[in-house]
């Protein structure tokens, strides 16, 4: 016990021993260039004759360098080519050199000298010089994913002592890491300057995440008042990492496609650079199309409905898109312009062909109508008819225009005016038919004249006009309505003028029609002037019937006629 308190108490001794010598040296530390201003470093003597600076070689042998006698106060420095021009000893035996360099990392020894003494004092000089800034040299301008890239070298010149250079990334430090930070350093030591440069080469494992980081490097070295540090400009990289995706897409981007459009498809992968070269598959193409650029469709058409493939130009990686096209059309039968004849059937269909389900609209002289197809046609029925469909969304329609034209052989009447001037008699006539009838009319006998006055149109189909007649005796007015397909006669007896006419059987007609489904038997009379009336017996078929019927409606039944014929004789009597 008593022992080891003994050992600790010799090592306390010596420690402060060692301490004190320590601060017993001197030491100045200076800059490179700047002045070294180096005290005596012991307080002035009394008697001093003069004082004197020496430094020593490493092998200890003195080089004297100035002297200052405190007498006369006289200066003289020694001739050592090194400290030539550079040194100054002041009144106090303060040494000055200017312009420090590394060899001055000396001894110097300030000697007080009296007549039976001499004082030493030493001074241990440090020169401190800065490095310059550092710079990242031979800096890739990229660096690749999943490799060990180089980022560059560190170079800070001429410093002393030597600095150490420290790598940082986006201001973390960078250590070494087996396969991940590589870090080779190298310093030199310039013989001729005795400065020290220091270059650091970092590779360093890139990822992803480095995409935007920056590298800096720092030199740290020493200078009389500590360690300082000196940072490079930042340095950042173009990350090159390869693609993991390809993604395809339709441009313009729209929600439907319709027959028409121009589409262009994108194939893009997410690597950087990102792939200039894809290949292309449109459906049915298994071999693909290689394309540096986009794939046009222009004018796209139904049959290019399909999925569209594309893959990296090496076959890698596939992104695939759909693409539907959309197209409607119509098919209407029969369409354009169509002549049907009145009585006749006509069945329309109009079909739509579509990439949707899709029904159709008709209208008729723009207004909708609901019952199609016909039976039994009538002039009304003529105009235009369209068929119309949409696919509102997706921004189609079409439509088709069936233009219908009724065309009807013609329908005469002839009935008596009961006006009567005593000189004239009338007659009016209404004729229905289309194409527009021709009507003429003659009488037979001992007539002055027969005038007939302007047509008036009823309706598009149906027109009237009168006929003033002389008649010097009974006669019979006989009128013919004609149109291409075919040809109406109607006659009327009218008696002379100043015999008041009277009932009379109704007029007999000459149906002209060519119709082939017309079965006529003609009865003939002989009238008067031995004219020729037909009577005509018609016997219709399922067709017929219905136009019949028809006439029936527009011109009256037989029966009717007759009453009218009994009102007009009535009023004329
Ligand atoms: C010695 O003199 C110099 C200038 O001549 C002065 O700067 C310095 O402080 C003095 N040193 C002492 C220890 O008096
Ligand atoms: C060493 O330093 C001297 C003087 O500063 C200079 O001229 C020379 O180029 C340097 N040598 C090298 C290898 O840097
Ligand atoms: C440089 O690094 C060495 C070893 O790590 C160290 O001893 C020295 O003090 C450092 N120098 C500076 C200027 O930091
Ligand atoms: C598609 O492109 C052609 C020419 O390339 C152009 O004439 C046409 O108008 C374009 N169609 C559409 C719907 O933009
Ligand atoms: C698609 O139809 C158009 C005509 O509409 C034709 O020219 C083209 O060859 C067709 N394409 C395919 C792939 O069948
Ligand atoms: C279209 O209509 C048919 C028959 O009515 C039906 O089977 C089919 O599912 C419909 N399609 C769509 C897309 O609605
Ligand atoms: C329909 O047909 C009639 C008779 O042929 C014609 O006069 C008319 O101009 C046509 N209308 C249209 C819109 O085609
Ligand atoms: C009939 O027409 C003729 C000539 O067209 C004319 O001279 C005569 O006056 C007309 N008669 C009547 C009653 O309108
Ligand atoms: C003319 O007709 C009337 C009756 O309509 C008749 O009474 C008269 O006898 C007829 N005249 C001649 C000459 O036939
Ligand atoms: C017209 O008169 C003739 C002769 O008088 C006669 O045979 C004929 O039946 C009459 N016709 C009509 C429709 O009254």
Wanted: aromatic letters at 8%.
């Amino acid at each position: 016990m008593a022992a080891s308190a003994g050992i600790v108490l010799t090592m306390c001794v010596l420690c402060a021993a060692t301490i004190r010598t320590g601060f017993a040296l001197h030491t100045v530390n200076a800059v490179y260039g700047e002045t070294i201003v180096i005290p005596c470093g012991h307080e002035i003597v009394n008697e001093l004759l003069f004082a004197k600076w020496k430094y020593e070689n490493p092998d200890g042998t003195p080089v004297f360098i100035a002297s200052r006698s405190a007498v006369k106060n006289k200066i003289t420095y020694d001739n050592v080519p090194e400290y030539n021009g550079r040194l100054d000893l002041s009144e106090n035996y303060t040494l000055s050199i200017i312009n420090a360099r590394i060899e001055d990392e000396k001894r110097f020894v300030c000697m007080l000298i009296t007549e039976d003494n001499v004082f030493e004092e030493p001074t241990l000089i440090r020169v401190f010089k800065p490095p310059s800034k550092p710079e990242i040299q031979e800096q890739p301008r990229i660096m690749e994913t999943g490799k060990l890239n180089k980022v560059g070298d560190c170079v800070a010149k001429d410093s002393y002592p030597y600095g150490n250079i420290t790598w940082y990334r986006n201001g973390k430090i960078l250590l070494p890491l087996e396969g991940a930070v590589d870090i080779k350093w190298i310093k030199e030591k310039n013989s001729t300057s005795g400065l020290h440069s220091m270059q650091s080469s970092l590779h360093y494992m890139t990822t992803k995440d480095d995409i935007g980081a920056y590298f800096r490097c720092t030199v740290t070295y020493f200078m009389p008042n500590g360690q300082v540090s000196k940072e490079s400009d930042p340095a950042s990289f173009d990350i090159y990492y390869p693609t993991e995706k390809v993604t395809i897409q339709i441009l313009p981007p729209k929600k439907f496609i319709k027959e028409g459009d121009n589409i262009t498809l994108q194939c893009r992968g997410n690597g950087n650079p990102p792939p200039q070269e894809f290949i292309y598959y449109p459906p049915g193409h298994e071999e693909g199309i290689i394309s540096s650029s986009a794939y046009h469709i222009t004018d796209i058409k139904r049959n290019a409905t399909g999925d569209y493939k594309c893959s990296l130009s090496n076959k890698n990686m596939m992104a695939s898109t759909t693409i539907t096209v959309h197209y409607l059309d119509l098919s209407l039968s029969p369409s354009g312009e169509i002549t049907k004849q009145i009585g006749d059937t006509l069945s329309v269909l109009c079909v739509p062909f579509a990439s949707k389900n899709i029904s159709v609209t008709f209208m008729k002289d723009s207004k909708v109508v609901s019952a199609l197809p016909f039976n039994n046609l009538q002039y009304r029925d003529s105009g235009i008819y369209e068929c119309l469909a949409s696919l509102e969304e997706e921004g189609l329609q079409s439509r088709k225009i069936l233009n219908l034209t009724v065309e009807g052989k013609p329908r005469l009447k002839l009935t008596k005016n009961p006006s009567s001037d005593g000189k004239t008699k009338t007659i009016s006539y209404e004729v229905e038919g289309f194409p527009k009838p021709e009507v003429q009319c003659n009488s037979a006998g001992n007539v002055l004249y027969l005038n007939k006055t302007e047509e008036t149109a009823l309706s598009n189909i149906k027109y009237s006009a009168k006929i003033i007649i002389s008649p010097e005796e009974n006669t019979t007015v006989i009128c013919v309505a004609e149109n291409k397909l075919g040809k109406e006669v109607r006659s009327l007896n009218v008696s002379a003028i100043n015999i008041p006419e009277q009932d009379e059987p109704n007029d007999r007609s000459d149906d002209g029609s060519d119709h082939a489904k017309l079965i006529v038997g003609i009865v003939v009379g002989l009238l008067l002037a031995a004219l020729v009336a037909g009577i005509i017996y018609c016997v219709y078929t399922k067709r017929s019937k219905s136009a019949t019927k028809h006439v029936g409606k527009e011109l009256g039944n037989t029966e009717e006629n007759k009453k009218l014929e009994e009102n007009n004789h009535k009023l004329e009597a």
